[in-house]
């Protein structure tokens, strides 16, 4: 059996569960189980019913849920492997106060065996949700015989002390390591790597990486990205070049995280023709597997680099990858993209293709073709834009209003940024943004003395209940009273 949760005082073991008894309360309220509602047995698995429970369940929901499992007589399929990976999976979705306390209920309700990764599990929850003191309790309270005989343990409070960026108790443990003959390992090294670089140690991180080639650690991607990382924070542009080309004598293969740090390194260096070849290397080993970011990642690093090929080459990727199901957030980003790149025209065949397929309305890639159109000087064409796309049933939004608003003060134009900022205050969202942007607006007719459009902004309904007082006031005096 493991040793009980540590770290906290009575008082503030207190303090947490009253904290968290509303939330578990209104989850328990708000969320019951449909099957058991309709008096039908659940049919769900546990992990998806765990999973379910969301991130506002607070303290006794996670239990709530294994003891209605057991009550449905399914105790005997309860198995301590199952709950483990149970526990990891919530950790993966960083849901680790749930992962901590179904480990809670398997070892003190169920007394379930504890195996070497299990240990080392429940320490890093615990550093998780409880910080580090707490992992160091259990750590000292988990049986010498067994600590002691393996890596996982030791490894799993290494990995928090890296975490909390504590190198003297970092260094310390894998000292102690070396002292009880366990064996150094990968992710081990890495971690501790890691650690050197975020404090700017890097001759340290080249010495562990040394000192893991004497050992015979097998380095892979991650320690490679680390050194490379390492010696250009150095300005060693050739040394970053070596560490890359020397991978294959080091068995390591070159994946797409190789190649994006090395294109990450190059952009940053200036060395913009070898960081576009890097990042379409990084795009060859990307697959549905990698999911999403990683496109997106490449996509954005294109359009810094000023690359319009590898955003388009990035974006015929997505469609033939997610073919099924292309996002409003991929199509945004696409026009983001393009933007910056300075590409109306293309722009507008992406908006096209989108405005035929999306399932739901999004005002933010409007606002994005709205902005193309404004900074192009095309203002009738994105006031037109907007009437086609309020006959389809589309609205704009606090950001469609900020962008005319803006675009016709700078043309001086105030008849027209009135109309704006008064459709501004109509919006139903934002409020506390509305009183700021009013104030800022009245503060413009301030400074260039338009009295009259400031008078007829605060004479508005609408804006006389955004604007502060004390910014009307001052421009609502007689004209020859106002400063010169």
Known sequence: MAPPTPGLSAAARLVIRRFLTTGAEAAEAVAPHAARAKGKKDKRPLGRRLLELGDAAGEGSVSRVLDEWVREGREEAIAAADLAKCARDLHK????????????????????????????LHLELLYSVYGIEAAEEYFSGIPSFTRDQNHRTYGALLNCYCSAKMEEKATNIYRRMDELGIPSSTKLMNNLMGLYLELGQHSKAANLFDEMKERNVQPD?????????????HNKIDTVKETFYNMSLLDVPKQWSIFRTLGS??????????????????QEFLGFD??????????????????????????????????????????????????KLGDTDRMKEIYKEWKYRYENYDPRLTNM??????????????????????ERGGDFDFETCELFREHYLGKGDTTSALKWAEKMTKLPKKQGKQDQETCKFLKWFEEDKVVEGAKSTCNCSNCLRNADSKTCEPLLAPADLLPD
Request: hydrophobic fraction near 45%; charged fraction near 20%; include cysteine.
């Open 369 to 390: 073709l709205t902005r193309a159109h404004l900074r192009n000087g095309m203002t009738n064409e994105a006031e037109l834009f907007w009437e086609k796309v309020k």
């Open 290 to 339: 990698h999911g999403r970011h990683p496109f997106y990642f490449l996509m954005r690093q294109f359009a810094s680099i000023g690359s319009l090929r590898g955003v388009n080459r990035v974006w015929k990727d997505i469609k033939m990858t997610f073919s099924y199901n292309r996002t409003n957030f991929s199509y945004l980003l696409m026009l983001q993209c393009l933007y």
């Open 265 to 282: 390194i190059y952009m940053n260096a200036g060395m913009v023709e070898e960081a576009e070849l890097a990042f379409m290397r990084a």
């Open 221 to 233: 991607e991650l320690t490679c990205c680390i050194l490379m990382r390492s010696h250009a924070a």
């Open 93 to 120: 979705v960083k849901r680790d106060a749930h992962a901590l306390e179904l480990m809670d209920w398997m070892v003190n309700t169920k007394g379930m065996s504890m195996t070497y990764a299990r240990y080392a």
